[in-house]
Nanobody, 122 residues
Framework: VQLQASGGGLVQPGGSLRLSCVASGSIFSINVMGWYRQAPGKQRELVATITSGGVMYNAESVKGRFTISRDNAKNTWYLQMDSLKPEDTAVYYC?????????????????WGQGTLVTVSS
């Protein structure tokens, strides 16, 4: 699976951004889609996930501000980020748990996108 993340940029505190991640390849199914972030000098942390059945998880730090969603038909998921704060500044990575077609068999693995930078600053 190849993941392509987009939508990052510079935004003022209180502003909004929408990140997108598109998966491509010999995909049988995408079981879990998610977003992680890594701020300078910090470890990568989970931001939000959504399962194939639509069950969502949000980290406490983003609850009420960020919303994850998915479009199964397009193998795409999104992270709507509202009320952004300077502490949200980070490189955001998309991630998925997917089942791929490999010849005549199926294989399930985790995959990462390349990251998109979000900077929240006035």
């Amino acid at each position: 699976v190849q993941l392509q993340a987009s939508g990052g940029g510079l935004v003022q505190p209180g502003g909004s951004l929408r990140l997108s991640c598109v998966a491509s390849g010999s995909i049988f199914s995408i079981n879990v889609m998610g977003w992680y972030r890594q701020a300078p000098g910090k470890q990568r942390e989970l931001v939000a996930t959504i399962t194939s059945g639509g069950v969502m998880y949000n980290a406490e730090s983003v609850k009420g501000r960020f919303t994850i969603s998915r479009d199964n038909a397009k193998n795409t998921w999104y992270l709507q980020m509202d009320s952004l704060k300077p502490e949200d500044t980070a490189v955001y990575y998309c991630n998925c748990d997917a089942t791929m077609v490999a010849g005549t068999s199926l294989t399930r693995n985790g995959y990462w996108g390349q990251g998109t930078l979000v900077t929240v600053s006035s």
